[in-house]
């Protein structure tokens, strides 16, 4: 069972662009939602992450967004660029069960020039 | 600072043969944690390792094991390969195993034909 479910699968935005990928989850033991981000050929890197007592988090062009009543988060990318075409995958990580990380299954994202 | 180090990139299998796949960690980190991903599945966690201890186990059959050495590297063994074991398998090595701060590795793509 997937516990945490990600939309869009694929998603196409123009330079300059936003780019929002969305993610929920049912487990409220849930403490710690990284975001990352996959070239091909390449593992995922550590993009942003956040925790549920902040609502908002921003590091350059990337934003999270965490609504924990509505168990909803999402990545914002801010004037998306063609460099950031790859495949974003949202995880979460249970604080009651071990520490694996439990991942989105993931959003193919292509910036157009 | 050397990433983490899987080796082989690729292999291709056999039904019913056995594989193992090695990750080397950054130096000084203690966990190595192993996901495999696939298109279908996403990323889902096979086991992670702390001390040579495993310390986490996912929801896969006895024929996936794992062991970690005193130098910090690990291994993943898959016995009696099945075709659904085709799969990128990813090795992520972090200071304390607590899934904030993964590093992965570029993964293993094997192939079982």
């Known amino acids: 069972q997937q516990q945490v479910k990600q939309s869009p699968q694929s998603l196409i935005v123009q330079k300059g662009g936003i780019s929002i990928i969305n993610c929920a989850y049912e487990n409220t033991a849930f403490d710690y939602f990284p975001w990352y981000q996959q070239f091909p050929g390449k593992g995922p890197a550590l993009l942003i992450a956040i925790r549920p007592d902040v609502s908002e988090k921003k590091e350059g062009r990337f934003t999270i967004s965490f609504n924990k009543s509505a168990k909803q988060f999402s990545l914002h990318i801010m004037d998306s660029q063609p460099g950031d075409s790859a495949t974003y995958f949202c995880a979460a990580r249970p604080s009651n069960s071990g520490y694996a990380l439990n991942f989105g299954k993931g959003t193919s994202l292509l910036v157009t020039p | 600072k050397a990433g983490v180090t899987q080796t082989p990139r690729y292999l291709i299998k056999t039904r019913g043969q056995q594989v193992t796949l090695s990750c080397s960690p950054i130096?000084?980190?203690?966990?190595v944690s192993w996901y495999q991903q696939t298109p279908g599945q996403g990323l889902q966690f096979l086991f992670e390792y702390f001390s040579e201890t495993q310390r986490n186990k996912g929801n896969f059959p006895g024929r996936f094991s794992g062991r970690q050495f005193s130098n910090s590297r690990s291994e993943m063994n898959v016995s009696t390969l099945e075709l659904g074991d085709s799969a990128l398998y990813l090795c992520?090595?972090?200071?304390?195993?607590?899934?904030?701060?993964?590093?992965f590795g570029s993964g293993t793509r094997l192939t079982v034909v």
């Open positions: 130096s000084g980190h203690r966990s």
């Open positions: 992520a090595s972090s200071l304390d195993g607590t899934g904030n701060g993964y590093t």
